[in-house]
Every structure is written in C-alpha cells, then in structure tokens.
C-alpha cells in the first residue's frame, strides 16, 4: 500500500497524516533498529526518535575507551541503515514524556500522536544511592563516555610525568573499575594489556609497574551471571595480566581520591569507573506500579504494557518474567534484538491478518573476553576457554556489528593489534581548557 497524504501535516516535526497505521519508536538500540530495519512500512508509518543520530554497539565501547578501536568503527548513522525505507521518518530528538490517554509523545522538537508505541530506550547507570561515585566515577555507557574515558587516562600519564610527589603519581596512574561483570572485566583486560604492552613504549618516563588496576566486586565470583567454571576461568586470566580483582568487597565512597569499601582496603586512584549496575531508562508516563525492579517496565509475554496493547516495551526497559528467567529477561544485546525482530514479525503479521505469537527468547549463549587469546563462553552445557572462545567470541561481535565498512574496520584493526599491539589511537580528544581561564 501506498502511503497518500490525506489529512494534514505535523510541520513542526514535517511528518504527514495518512491512512497508514503509525507506529512511533523511541531509541534507535539494538531491539528499536532491528524492528525499524524489519517492519514493513508498505504497511506502517514508521517514526523513529532517537537522542543520538548514531546507533552505538555497546559491546565493544570498552576498546574505545582502551584506544583499541576508534570511535565510529562502532557507531552507525541512523538515517543510512534506513534510507532505503519507505515511509519512514527518522527525528533527532529526546522524548521526555509519554501520554497514554491522548497516545501521544512529548519531545523536544513537538509532540506527535501515535497508533502503536514501541518504548525501546535502553538502560542508564544505576549508582545505588552511592552519591560520591554518581559525582565523581565514570560510567562507560555511550560513545563521549568512553572516548572521555580514554582521555582522561591518556591526559593523566601526562600530568603523571612531572609530577614530583611520589602518591600523587601512582594516583594518578591507578586505574579502579567497579563491578566484575562482563563491561567490568574486559576492560580491566583490556587496559592491563594497554598498561603491560603499550603504555611503556609510549612513556619511556614512567615506571608502569606503579601502575596498579583494581577490579572491586560485590559478589564472591567475577562474571556472576556466567557459570562457575568460566567465572574460575576469567579470573584466572585477569590475575594472569597482573589485575588486582577484590571479591566480596562492596565500594562506600569515593572522597579526596581515595575509593572506601566495606573491607579493610581503601584505593587511592584518579580514573575510577563505575560498571556495577543499570537500571531501566525510559521516558515519564508509567506509574509506579507498573515499574519492576531495576526500573524496567512490565510486559506481558507479547512484549505489551499488560493494560495498554498498543504500547510495547523491548530490550533493557522491559521486563518479561519467564518460568525459565522467573527474575525477568536479562539485559542483553541478544534479548534486545531478538525482541525487536519478534515485534517487526508480529507487525507484519497483524498486518496480513494473521495471529500474533507470544515472544520466547532463545539463549545462544554468554561470553566475555579477558584479553588476546583469553576469553570465556557458555554455550548451553559447553563452556569454552581460552584462545578458541576468544576467536569466537571476535567472530560473533565482528558478525553483529551495523555495516560492512564497520566490520572491515574493526577487523583490521584487530588483526593489527594482535601482530604489532600498537594501533596509533591513543588521543587525547577533549576541549582545550586554559589552567587560569577561572581568573581572567
Ligand atoms: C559497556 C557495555 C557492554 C556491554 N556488553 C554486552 C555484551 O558483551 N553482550 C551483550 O549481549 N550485551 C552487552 N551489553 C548490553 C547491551 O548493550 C544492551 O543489553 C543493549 O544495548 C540493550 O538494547 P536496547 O535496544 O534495549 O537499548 P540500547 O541499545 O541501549 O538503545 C537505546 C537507544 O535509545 C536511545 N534513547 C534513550 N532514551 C531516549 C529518549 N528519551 N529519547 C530518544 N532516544 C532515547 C539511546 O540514544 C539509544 O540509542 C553491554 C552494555 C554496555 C553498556
């Protein structure tokens, strides 16, 4: 069906009224750009908002933040994964608010009416009321996270070469990642082989065996959600590139640039990054009681807001109970993708008259990767290690990632990493900022 402007146009965000169903997307994701990617828009209008024009592979942001990869070998513009479709309108914009009553959203460019909401927003950083770590740590959730990351470490080296006081220098050298998940635990591997490999070559001024990388943790085992024989496994690659990991060990506070824990251990450290909790993100307009733990909104198993069947949450905002995840679909890139193709399916079906399906999540498997040649996998009741589950780890994330030229990138560079563990990416790329600036 073609789509005919019949009624109007919107012309604050130039979207044209027609006889087509809208389905309105927030967050162009993982789940929002494999259902943009699948829905059939002979059928739909589709409008996608995101905040970003770029859709980001959060996986591989801690190589960016380690000067592994650069930047846009993982991020993808929204409007070139999309520009063969047809009514279809991509807007740059935040939604700040939902109005079920009225079925429409509230943005920062206008308000637009929709027929079906597909609520796709992601995750965002959870600190658990740790003020001093939501001042003062970094959280490595996006693109400029991860790319201020890699400055910071990079501009503190330079500071760390003149500097006199003995302290102030480890201080500055000293890395302190919170949370031994999997973010957590690729990039301590990740700047550990920075630290043992490349760091030395490029600071022949700096003794890098000052330099120390603490891994603190809540729970008993890294990689909690994996099984037992990985967890032994990861953290036996971590202590291998020299990671200090600290199990059973909670963070209480952050002051003076000395990181506190419930244990006898106090961290002194500049760079301190916060990996060890998200929870839910997703614009006003659901009640409390609506919200599940985590800030995750309920879904029932057609991935619908149980009282409201033309609003549908997917991916990191949504929380589906299972019998076999009776505490919800965890928060993975999997879950998300396979969430947003089910919805493309159910769309298209509905629109062909069909019955629509329950969603069921097929779990292909968990991995992490500690460092070259060092990774973990849990496949079912296969669980790999070591070298094989590093390549297929490498494999899996070249195959997911948006756009052939990316893959090329990435693979590139990857193999270049491995033969020479020197790729020339290690920038500091912040604004200039003039020491006295405060005083003229
Ligand atoms: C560092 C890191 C490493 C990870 N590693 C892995 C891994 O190895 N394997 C794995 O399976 N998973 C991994 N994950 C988790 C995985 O990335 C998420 O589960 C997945 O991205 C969730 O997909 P999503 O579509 O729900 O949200 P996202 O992919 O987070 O997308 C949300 C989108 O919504 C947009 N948005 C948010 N709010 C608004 C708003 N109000 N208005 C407009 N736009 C908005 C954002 O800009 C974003 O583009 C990792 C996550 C992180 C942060």
């Known amino acids: 069906m073609e789509e005919s402007v019949t009624l109007y146009k919107n012309f604050q965000m130039?979207?044209?009224?027609?006889?087509?169903?809208?389905?309105?997307?927030?967050?162009?994701?993982?789940?929002?750009?494999?259902?943009?990617?699948?829905?059939n828009t002979h059928h739909y209008q589709l409008v996608l908002f995101d905040k970003n024009n770029y859709h980001t592979f959060q996986p591989l942001l801690y190589q960016v933040a380690s000067a592994g990869l650069e930047p846009d070998s993982i991020a993808y513009p929204v409007r070139k994964t999309l520009r063969r479709k047809k009514n279809m309108y991509f807007r740059l914009t935040e939604v700040n608010k939902v109005d079920r009553e009225q079925k429409k959203v509230f943005t920062e460019i206008g308000d637009l009416r929709y027929d079906y909401l597909v609520i796709a927003t992601g995750a965002t950083n959870n600190f658990f009321g740790i003020d001093a770590m939501e001042k003062n740590s970094m959280p490595m959730k996006s693109l400029t996270e991860a790319l201020d990351l890699r400055s910071k470490m990079l501009e503190n080296y330079e500071r760390a070469i003149y500097t006199q006081d003995l302290n102030e220098r480890i201080r500055l050298m000293n890395v302190v990642i919170v949370g031994a998940g999997p973010t957590g635990v690729e990039l301590a591997g990740a700047i550990a082989e920075l630290r043992n490999k490349i760091l030395p070559k490029d600071f022949p001024d700096l003794d890098f065996r000052q330099m120390s990388i603490h891994l603190i943790e809540a729970a008993p085992r890294v990689l909690v959600a994996m099984s037992e024989k990985s967890s032994k496994r990861a953290l036996k690659y971590l202590k291998k590139l020299n990671v200090n990991v600290h199990l059973d060990t909670a963070v209480k506070d952050y002051k003076n640039g000395v990181v506190t824990t419930n244990q006898e251990r106090e961290f002194l450290a500049d760079t301190v990054i916060w990996a060890a909790g998200v929870a839910g993100d997703h614009p006003e307009g659901f009640h409390t009681d609506e919200l599940a733990k985590g800030n995750r909104i309920k879904v029932n198993s057609y991935c619908q807001v149980p009282d409201?069947?033309?609003v549908y949450i997917l991916g990191?905002?949504?929380?589906?109970?299972?019998?076999?995840?009776?505490?919800g679909l965890p928060m993975l890139g999997s879950v998300a993708m396979q969430a947003g193709a089910y919805l493309a399916k159910q769309f298209n079906r509905k629109a062909k008259g069909k019955e629509i399906k329950p969603f069921q999540y097929v779990d292909k498997g968990t991995m992490a990767t500690i460092g070259r040649n060092l990774a973990v996998?849990?496949?079912?009741?296969?669980?790999?290690?070591?070298?094989?589950?590093?390549?297929?780890?490498?494999?899996?994330h070249l195959m997911l990632l948006v756009g052939f030229r990316n893959r090329v990138i990435v693979f590139i560079n990857w193999t270049w990493n491995y033969f020479r563990y020197n790729n020339g990416l290690r920038l500091i790329v912040r604004p200039f900022r003039k020491k006295n600036k405060s005083k003229e």
Do not use: C, H
């Not at 027609?18 to 389905?23: A, E, I, S």
């Not at 990191?316 to 505490?327: G, M, R, V």
């Open 308 to 310: 409201d069947e033309q």
């Open 377 to 396: 996998a849990d496949f079912k009741r296969y669980k790999l290690g070591g070298a094989f589950a590093w390549i297929t780890w490498m494999f899996v």
């Open 316 to 327: 990191d905002s949504a929380y589906l109970e299972t019998e076999e995840y009776p505490k």
């Open 14 to 39: 130039n979207i044209p009224e027609t006889d087509l169903p809208r389905v309105v997307v927030i967050g162009a994701g993982f789940a929002g750009l494999k259902l943009a990617r699948q829905i």
